[in-house]
């Protein structure tokens, strides 16, 4: 089924993804203050780790460990923060854009 624009029915319709954008990125800076919190943990499991290898491997381990907290930190809050922007473009924002008159609208 093609989509139509309700105003002017043309067929040149495209997705705006405004909700998953938006959401996205708040969810990476959410996700890696998390992460960046947790990071305290991780820098103290990563020392742990690394201080086999004496003071060099304590304090690389430790900011090793920091870094990835907060890598992953962001990396989940960004597929949360996009799953939610999806599903807010579907339900509830105008995601359709007509690209000949600029009528936005949803399905």
């Given amino acids: 089924m093609k989509l139509m624009c309700p105003r002017c029915n043309s067929s040149r319709i495209v997705d705006r993804h405004?909700?998953?954008?938006?959401?996205g990125?708040?969810?990476?800076?959410a996700g890696s203050?998390?992460?960046?919190?947790?990071?305290?943990?991780g820098s103290q499991a990563g020392a742990l780790a690394g201080s086999f290898a004496g003071p060099v491997g304590i304090a690389v381990g430790g900011l090793t460990g920091a870094?990835?907290?907060?890598?992953?930190?962001?990396?989940a809050g960004g597929v949360t923060g996009a799953r939610f922007g999806s599903e807010l473009d579907e339900r509830v924002l105008d995601n359709l854009e007509c690209q000949d008159c600029g009528h936005t609208f949803r399905i």
Wanted: with cysteine; aromatic share 6%; hydrophobic share 50%.
């Fill in 33 to 41: 203050a998390g992460g960046a919190a947790g990071a305290w943990s």
């Fill in 18 to 23: 405004q909700g998953r954008s938006v959401c």
């Fill in 25 to 29: 990125s708040v969810g990476i800076v």
């Fill in 67 to 75: 870094v990835f907290g907060a890598l992953a930190g962001g990396a």
